[in-house]
């Protein structure tokens, strides 16, 4: 009730949330108090709320995915992630604002307006899951989901003060998670703190034979590793190339702080060299394109939400081209149009194919880095919060917003964003990244608790 009270008190101003679950979540409530009463047995965190992003399916929920094109439509059925939630008691406030099918940096492409920083409200929370790490830092939930493609956890968490982690690709389940691109995407837990991260990364991952990728292994053990951080002896790698033209001078500044703390608290400092990490940009924008224009080719007007023209005197394939032109926004619409283009027969080798190659590359740099250290620090992202609207009609100054972030999607590898102070010219959050190789997740809570 004291959360829901809070939404009720901020979110018209912060608009972290697209839709409140008031009464379902008051249910949910009495529910878990009725079973504790009876002396049930609960969930590991029952009782405690969180914001979901709209991208998980919820049965009887609406899930828009912050795109026009699935408005109305109500999933009949729970993603795994939903599924594990209520399993473990969480009670779900609702779900939150997000850049259309994730594809953004600051929420603005949401079909359903912006969300405001918590702490500007002038200023972009990050994206694309900018709703759930606003609802963090106005303190409407203490933990929320998110998925990270290209720096979607991360991202809005450095920009909000927040505590974000991408877990190791498969590590948690995509089923019932709308598809972007398939072979990056990834659920995680979103918090304020690395140890209330840990709480909920431990109860969101595992196997799911519902999700062809997932993995088929024990979760490392990340709560133990939030409550003994350390990083006595640990080999820590600063990269090259995550530093340079259009990184912020307070950004730079918190980042040399936090690594001249690592080396106070008992680390080894170990400079690296990964030369693809510059071409990992423009291989994302191939590759995410690409997977998308074939994953949003399913919204044809006839499965899901919303139906343009449909008044008996057009063909079929009229209904999808109006319903497609009005459900999607440009920046869908741009993606889908590029990912076309780099598939289409003649250029596949020439993009698609080179984006693929230099994915690999990006994935040995991390192999041959991960043999000298143990995690890698970097900043989380380039730049604080950047006004809203700043960079909304120019593409590249937003992608560049992802730049730190998008090698650990191309590897599939694990990796945190945590606070690590204010930029002093603006006074606003700076997030430090920590990376660890794939399955090692345990490694970025065992450093984040040290240095938090
Ligand atoms: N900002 C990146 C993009 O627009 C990453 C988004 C994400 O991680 N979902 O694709």
Redesign the pocket.
Known sequence: EAHLARIEAVDEKVHAFLHVDREGALAQARAIDAKREKGEKLGPLAGVPLALKDIFTTEGVPTTVGSKILEGWIPPYDATVTRKLKEAGVVILGKTNM?EF????STENSAYGPTGNPWDLTRIPG??GGGSSAALASYEAPLAIG???????R?PAAVTGTVGVKPTYGGVSRYGMVA?SSSL?QGGPCARTVLDAALLHEVIAGHDELDSTSIDAPVPSVVEAARNGSVQGMRVGVVKQFAGEGYQAGVVQRFQESVALLKELGAEIVDLDCPSFDLALSA?YLI?PSECSSNLARFDAMRYGLRVGDDGTKSAEDVTALTREAGFGDEVKRRVILGTYALSSGYYDAYYGSAQKVRTLITKDFEKAFEQVDVIVSPATPTTAFPIGERADDPMA??L??VCTIPS?MAGNAAMSLPCGLAPEDGLPVGLQIIAPAMKDDRLYKVGAAVE
């Open positions: 850049d994730a594809m953004g940096s994206g694309s998925t990270d493609t290209g720096g979607s956890i991202q972007f995407d994302y995410a937003m992608y917003a992802d999607n």
